[in-house]
């Protein structure tokens, strides 16, 4: 098993760019999940999913936009990028399908993605 | 609403010696879950230790240990015998299911030959 990967690992925009960071899991999970990590603040949750088709806010989602059009895949995409926006990305993901809403289900983590807007 | 809140921007240990990091955290659900991840220079995410509010033993996990004190809201790592390898940040979380994560700001550990 892969787990969590993400592609690109590094990405360097101009303000105003667009780009779209991809997130894809092979173990079935039905929830993932998007954060940012910035310096002192741990991370922070930008959007979520809890299955295929749907998606929902988190705690920092201005800027930003999320599909999940697959079950395996998240998008997660900067229509027009702000330096404000430079920061790793890391996607997660976990509640495995067909089980009971499992609280003690541990959030798997992908590489991360260092996004630089200049 | 959640909060994690570790007090401890930075630590440093001796190889060998043991280390506590300290984390506090505030819900109003009765039932949920806490977290210690590791997060090493390569940036990767790594679980290393999980305990249920329900239980009141500390978790265990080899060199790692917890001191969970529910009526504090208090949520300690202890790390024996440090390893040069145990160098990282390392996040407190907690969970009251599914999407209900928060972490808190992180603890980055030196330690020290």
């Known amino acids: 098993n892969a787990g969590v990967t993400q592609t690109p690992k590094f990405r360097v925009l101009k303000t105003g760019q667009s780009m779209t960071l991809l997130c894809a899991q092979d173990?079935?999970?039905?929830?993932m999940y998007w954060y940012r990590q910035d310096p002192g603040m741990g991370l922070r949750l930008i959007h979520y999913?809890?299955?295929?088709?749907?998606?929902a806010k988190g705690e920092v989602p201005d800027g930003y936009n999320v599909s999940r059009l697959k079950k395996q895949n998240f998008l997660l995409g900067l229509e027009s990028a702000a330096p404000s926006q430079t920061s790793v990305y890391f996607c997660?993901?976990?509640?495995?399908?067909?089980?009971?809403?499992?609280?003690?289900?541990?959030?798997?983590f992908g590489p991360g993605t260092r996004l630089t807007v200049l | 609403a959640q909060t994690v809140t570790q007090s401890q921007p930075e630590m440093s240990v001796q190889e060998a010696e043991t280390v506590t990091l300290s984390c506090t955290y505030d819900?109003?659900?009765?039932?949920?879950?806490l977290f210690w991840y590791k997060q090493p220079p390569s940036r990767q995410m790594i679980l290393v230790i999980r305990?249920?509010?329900?239980?009141?033993q500390n978790a265990t996990e080899n060199r790692f240990s917890v001191n969970f004190q529910k009526a504090a809201k208090s949520f300690s790592l202890k790390i024996s015998d440090s390893q040069l390898g145990d160098a990282a940040m390392y996040f407190c979380?907690?969970?009251?299911?599914?999407?209900?994560?928060?972490f808190g700001p992180g603890t980055r550990l030196s330690v020290l030959p």
């Open positions: 979380a907690s969970s009251t299911g599914g999407q209900n994560f928060v």
């Open positions: 173990m079935n999970h039905e929830y």
């Open positions: 999913s809890v299955g295929e088709g749907t998606t």
């Open positions: 997660a993901s976990n509640v495995r399908a067909g089980a009971q809403l499992d609280r003690t289900d541990t959030q798997y």
């Open positions: 819900t109003s659900e009765s039932d949920y879950y």
């Open positions: 305990q249920e509010a329900y239980k009141q």
